[in-house]
């Protein structure tokens, strides 16, 4: 269990005299680093899983200076259907323009306002992981997107990227078949996976494949090329409607229609014929077909098995140790998928100790890291240059093309070009010249803030913490700048 880390050294007494406070614990501050998006000031108090605070109280505990911008945002003003009903209708606007220029510049105006809407959704996210307290939830919620990976630039995927994310932030630390079915219920899923597609007599298989291959039970785990056929046959009219009007429905179908929001269960474009899947028979009944096969793929061992790997790799990196995935997937199986349940069997493990600061982070983990330990508390006003890194990197959000996600593995990251990359940041951020405090838009001016990486968290304890090597080359700088980015680009910095 994690618990609040004091720093050392004093602090003043009642009567003014000064007193000694505890000295850091080494293991708390590698346990605090792994399960926050990196060690500052303000993740001193990582929580345990069961402390973390809901989506919604997380958002009310951050800084005002970041609730500020998100309240601003489009995304947070305007729910989900509206905005995708109005994008909608501007993009139909411009196409039936019969000018040529008119339609070219409207086209134009179309995308950039839907740039905007991945642009914000990407800006919230990055605001929400260095300041949220509930950094155990964020980082899953970056986990939980990246397994139920959609690609924004899809379709008019761009307007529901930040709903779909808030959609997996809330149901992050629950249970894992509440959150397989958030992200089956959601347009942004339908319409990358073309579920929406997905009708009796025209059947598409993408989404049901997925699920099973990538989203749940794992490749080799037992299931048949006939139970994705049949999965495919359950999802027929699960689909997304931007129409206000209901279908026209036959009288004994009308109860079987679901509309929420964007989603719609139209039984018109469903098969009601008997299926077989994973072994059991399953009526022709409508959308309980779908919570049916859920139940199924939610329960099955192979899915407990193979989504407790992928955690496990996710905290501690290539190879996790098969006894410690085995005891996840049992805590998995006795507490029906409770994904909190999961993290504190990973998480009290001696494995999991054992692994502390030996973890490669990718690229957005040594992005956000720098950049809260590097300003702390204080607000940044423009995200672009870290999603510009996190794009040069390869780990843009939102921008992952293939259903897989970005890859764990420590492999994929520490190619040389990677390295210099890292090493550009390092040497950016240590100068104070990132640009984070330049607000964006035309004659904006910049308030450049100088990072402060030599502070009473380095000293009373995080230096204890490094290399010899690392404090050695750290002896040697010649400017605070220099400093700044050898501690940046160091090896110790570069893990979790």
């Known amino acids: 269990m994690l618990v609040p880390l004091i720093l050392g050294g004093t602090v003043a007494s009642a009567n003014g005299s000064d007193v000694a406070r505890p000295e850091i614990d080494q293991e708390q501050i590698a346990a605090a680093n792994r399960a926050s998006w ?29 609730a500020e911008q998100m309240a601003a945002m489009r995304i947070t003003r305007e729910p989900l259907t509206q905005l995708a009903i109005e994008m909608n209708a501007q993009q139909k606007a411009a196409n039936a323009l019969t000018d040529p220029t008119q339609k070219q510049a409207a086209r134009q105006a179309w995308q950039q306002a839907m740039n905007d809407l991945a642009h914000e959704s990407a800006t919230r996210s990055i605001l929400r992981d260095l300041y949220s307290p509930a950094q155990l939830r964020e980082q899953m919620t970056w986990f939980w997107f990246n397994h139920f990976n959609v690609h924004a630039s899809k379709r008019d995927i761009r307007a529901m990227v930040g709903d779909y994310e808030d959609h997996i932030r809330s149901h992050a630390l629950g249970r894992f078949r509440d959150l397989l079915e958030t992200t089956l219920r959601h347009p942004a899923m339908l319409r990358y996976l073309d579920n929406d597609q997905n009708a009796v007599g025209h ?16 490749v080799g785990s037992g299931y048949t090329q006939k139970d994705v056929q049949e999965l495919a046959r359950i999802l027929t009219g699960v689909g997304v409607s931007l129409n206000p009007d209901p ?23 469903h098969d009601f014929g008997p299926k077989q899947f994973l072994g059991h028979a399953i009526e ?7 919570e049916q096969a859920l139940d199924l793929i939610a329960a099955s061992p192979a899915t407990a098995h193979h989504v407790s790997s992928q955690i496990a790799i996710y905290f501690m990196g290539d190879n996790p140790p ?9 805590a998995w199986r006795s507490s029906d998928g409770d994904i ?8 009290q493990s001696h494995e999991y100790r054992a692994s502390l600061g030996q973890t490669f982070k990718d690229p957005v983990h040594y992005v956000i890291s720098a950049v809260r330990y590097a300003y702390d508390g204080r607000v940044i006003l423009n995200a672009d240059p870290m999603i510009n890194w996190l794009n040069r990197m390869g780990e843009g959000l939102y921008n992952h093309e293939t259903p897989d996600g970005y890859p764990m593995s420590a492999s994929a990251w520490t190619g040389p070009g990677q390295m210099e990359t890292r090493f550009e940041i ?22 450049p803030a100088f990072p402060q990486l030599q502070n009473a968290l380095y000293y009373d304890g995080l230096a204890q913490t490094l290399s010899p090597a690392t404090r050695t080359v750290l002896d040697q700088a010649n400017s605070p700048q220099q400093w700044n980015m050898l501690f940046l680009a160091s090896p110790d910095f570069m893990r979790r």
């Open 247 to 269: 279908p026209r429905l036959k009288p004994v179908l009308q109860p079987l229609l679901i509309r929420e929001g964007l989603f719609e269960f139209n039984p018109n474009r």
């Open 340 to 347: 909190s349940t999961v993290l504190r069997t990973l998480f």
């Open 284 to 290: 022709g009944s409508g959308f309980h077909e779908v």
């Open 322 to 330: 098969p006894p410690l995935v085995d005891r996840m997937a049992t």
């Open 426 to 447: 390092a040497r950016t951020i240590g100068n104070g010249a990132a640009g984070l405090f330049r607000p964006r838009g035309p004659g904006t001016a910049d308030r």
């Open 38 to 66: 990196g060690i500052n000031m303000a993740s001193l108090d990582a929580s345990h899983p069961d402390e973390e605070p809901s989506a919604a109280e997380a958002d009310r505990m951050l800084p005002a200076a970041a």
């Open 203 to 218: 059947i598409n298989e993408n989404y049901a494949r997925e699920i099973m291959e990538l989203h749940s039970m794992g």
